[in-house]
């Protein structure tokens, strides 16, 4: 694991900081999904970017179910939305590919993402810009040879927080 701070990136206008892990296999992917719901102790807005098939689902399925979702996570690629309760909180899981304008959301009802108590997981959000809350995390996922490489972003205090706490 490396660990850097600084600059570079701008959501909000500015980084906390950083971290950094391969993961070689999924079920590192799954493994550092776990440890977060582990430090989940509040809603969280975590966006989920990377290519097709770098894990974004796998995270995604692995942190609700480490969150205690006992039913199947679907893939939302068609539904764009699937919610769920997490530990009692209102959990929602978006896939936005398929989105071609930020518009063809509005009928989705998406005043509910902005509970701050919600656990609000966005597949490809950047196609859901400016009809989304603000991410406290970004995970970008990329392909390393065989394996991935995460690198999780802060972008607000509590966003920061979870970070810095992830084991
Ligand atoms: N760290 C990893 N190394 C190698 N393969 C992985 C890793 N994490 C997940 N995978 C695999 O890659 C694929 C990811 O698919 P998916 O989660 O649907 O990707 P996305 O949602 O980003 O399009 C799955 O086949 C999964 O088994
Ligand atoms: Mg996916």
Redesign the pocket.
Known sequence: MTERTGSGHANAGHIEYGREWP????A???ALAVRLAHVLDDGLVLY?H????????????ALLTALGVGERVK?PTYSLVESYMARDRPAWHL?LYRIADPGELEWLGLDALAEPAALVLV?WPERGAGALPAADLELR?DYAG???QALLRAFTARGERLLARLP
Do not use: N
């Open positions: 993961l070689p296999d999924e590192a992917t799954e989920l990377g290519p097709l098939g770098a894990g974004k689902t796998s995270f995604a399925r893939s896939d597949e996922l065989l394996g991935r």
